[in-house]
């Protein structure tokens, strides 16, 4: 068994297939008028699905029970880098995290949904095979300088 898609419900259609394209690389491979949108990264016909429920829904609170973030993995710190670079420069909220198995980007898209991008790190000089629970700062320095093996460069 593995996962074929997330459903998310968002309120403006637009928006939010336009987020997904510019900030992960999404392409929109079916359309079911204003109401449905298919979007894959790949080879699949899709990995999202957007479904507009409209500008007035409500937006679960933090606390509420739910999905807490839908995870994305890239296949090189060169995709992770691309990706904070992004976000960064238009202003959006991104919050990187060392978990030593992964190198992961936080941040919500426009309703609020957490989407997580990472890198996994497991295999690296500075990774670990397994999480222990252990999470670090990672620093934009530590992204932008870090040797090709995987690592920071030591200082």
């Not at 968002?10 to 449905?36: C, H, P, V």
């Not at 990774?127 to 870090?146: A, F, Y």
Request: glycine share 8%; charged share 25%.
């Amino acid at each position: 068994m593995k996962i074929g898609h997330v459903h998310l419900k968002i309120s403006d259609m637009e928006q939010s297939a336009a987020f997904y394209r510019k900030y992960l690389g999404m392409k929109i491979t079916e359309r079911l008028e204003d109401t449905l949108v298919f979007m894959s990264a790949g080879e699949m016909h899709h990995e999202l699905a957007l479904q507009a429920v409209g500008k007035s829904a409500a937006t679960p609170n933090r606390q509420d029970v739910g999905l807490y973030h839908v995870a994305f993995e890239v296949p090189d710190r060169r995709a992770l880098i691309r990706t904070y670079q992004r976000l960064k420069a238009d202003g959006v909220a991104v919050y990187p995290i060392d978990h030593r198995i992964s190198w992961a980007l936080y941040f919500s898209d426009p309703d609020g949904n957490g989407i997580e991008v990472y890198w996994d790190t497991r295999g690296t000089e500075h990774g670990v095979d397994i999480w222990e629970g252990i999470d670090r700062p990672l620093s934009e320095n530590q992204l932008r300088n870090c040797s090709h093996r995987g690592g920071p460069e030591p200082e």
